[in-house]
């Protein structure tokens, strides 16, 4: 069946967002007196959350997991996208699938999300963007499959989940839904087993 409703994951998948994510996480250690980290050791800790990012980023310091949390977050709002941007042919890939849904379900808070996306493409036709704070359950939970199912009447196998790490896949099988990894992302390497791959973003029209 022809996929008509199509959720993309952020990070790692529309944009590139590394660097950013890891000037967040060491601003955010030097605030509090501690040596920065490796950029793949940060790297490593990415996908579940900035609570999580936060927790594995600090687990050396004394600093509590709120208070890490609180000070990453607060690194990211000042610079949420000095150094992001889309990956190559993502704009002229979307306006191809204008006749599409499109959704973007993110780990990231969604005020990052929304500010990275209007800055860049403010012209965006995302119908839902959810970030980690949205909904109540974040990836690898179903809940915003079930959300965008419910709400847009739509059939599980018309659906289907595109992302580049261990949730996005996760999220898919949980749901019930196809999906695509994508290569070029953070990780590189699907570990979970996703229905295609694709190793460019232009890609994804093969299957949609």
């Given amino acids: ?11 790692g ?4 967002t590394r660097k950013d994510i890891i000037h967040a996480v060491n601003s955010a250690r030097k ?9 793949a050791v940060v790297l490593s800790y990415v996908g579940n959350g900035i609570a999580d990012l936060a927790k594995k980023s600090f687990a050396d310091t004394d600093v509590s997991m709120e208070e890490a949390k609180e000070s990453v977050v607060q690194s990211y709002r000042e610079n949420p996208s000095t150094y992001s941007f889309p990956y190559e042919g993502v704009f002229e ?3 191809k699938l204008q006749t599409k849904k499109l959704f973007i379900v993110s780990n990231k808070p969604e005020a990052l999300v929304l500010h990275i996306l209007h800055k860049h493409y403010p012209e ?3 119908l839902e963007v959810f970030g980690g704070d949205s909904l109540p ?21 018309e659906m289907v989940m595109v992302g ?10 949980n749901a019930g839904i196809d999906s695509i990894f994508c290569q070029y ?5 699907d570990e979970v087993g996703a229905t295609w791959q694709i190793a460019s973003f232009v890609e994804i029209l093969e299957y949609v």
């Avoid at 992302?185 to 390497?189: A, E, L, N, Q």
């Fill in 13 to 16: 998948t529309l944009f590139e």
């Fill in 93 to 95: 890939t979307l306006a």
């Fill in 137 to 157: 359950n974040r990836k690898p939970h179903p809940e915003a499959v079930e959300f965008i199912q419910n709400k847009y009447k739509c059939q599980k196998e």
């Fill in 185 to 189: 992302g953070f990780s590189g390497t």
């Fill in 31 to 39: 605030k509090h007196g501690y040596a920065t980290l490796a950029d």
């Fill in 124 to 126: 965006h036709r995302f």
């Fill in 1 to 11: 069946m022809q996929k008509s409703h199509i959720l993309f994951d952020f990070d």
């Fill in 164 to 173: 580049d790490l261990t949730p996005d896949i996760l999220l898919a099988k």
